[in-house]
């Protein structure tokens, strides 16, 4: 005869549990994708960046500006690609949602919207900042030396 206790101990080692775990699994390696696709993605948006900011130095030097308009490309594919991956990622996480934890994982979802957002928002305005002082500061490269712009 068995006790409660263990029928109750038995219940919970069953199939369900199997079951949970070969879940958890498929979880696992469908995050694992996710992540190394992220990182090649990043990869290339990192690559993108490079070529952006190469441009930017030319310009500078050049002309002793910094175009925002040289960022724009890659700041909006950066943008989108990791709002996707967030997505993607959110997707994943819907797998392992409980009562208890789906306001808090709504919540990182939507404030991690909101910080690649915001960086974006603040490399742009960076960008526009440092040409205003390049502009203010820098005289162009044509210019007679000594003279300096906007004082």
């Known amino acids: 005869m068995t006790t409660r206790k263990a029928r109750s101990r038995r219940a919970n080692t069953g199939p369900s549990a199997g079951a949970n775990a070969r879940r958890i699994k498929q979880i696992s ?3 694992a ?3 190394q696709e992220a990182a090649a993605l990043l990869d290339e ?13 030319t310009r500078f030097e050049k002309e002793r500006r910094i175009d925002p ?8 594919r950066f943008q989108s690609d990791a709002h996707e991956v967030v997505n993607l990622l959110n997707e994943q996480l ?6 208890e934890n789906a306001a808090i994982v709504e919540r990182l979802v939507s404030n991690t919207h909101g910080l690649l957002d915001l960086a ?3 490399v742009n305005m960076g960008a526009d900042i440092a040409n205003q002082v390049v502009q203010k500061n820098f005289p162009k490269p044509n210019a007679e030396p000594g003279r300096r712009r906007g004082r």
């Open 45 to 57: 948006e990192v690559a993108a960046g490079i070529v952006a900011a190469k441009k930017m130095q």
């Open 94 to 99: 819907a797998e392992l949602r409980t009562d």
């Open 120 to 122: 974006v928002g603040l």
């Open 69 to 76: 308009a040289d960022f724009k490309e890659a700041l909006q």
């Open 29 to 31: 390696r469908a995050s």
């Open 33 to 35: 994708q996710i992540v």
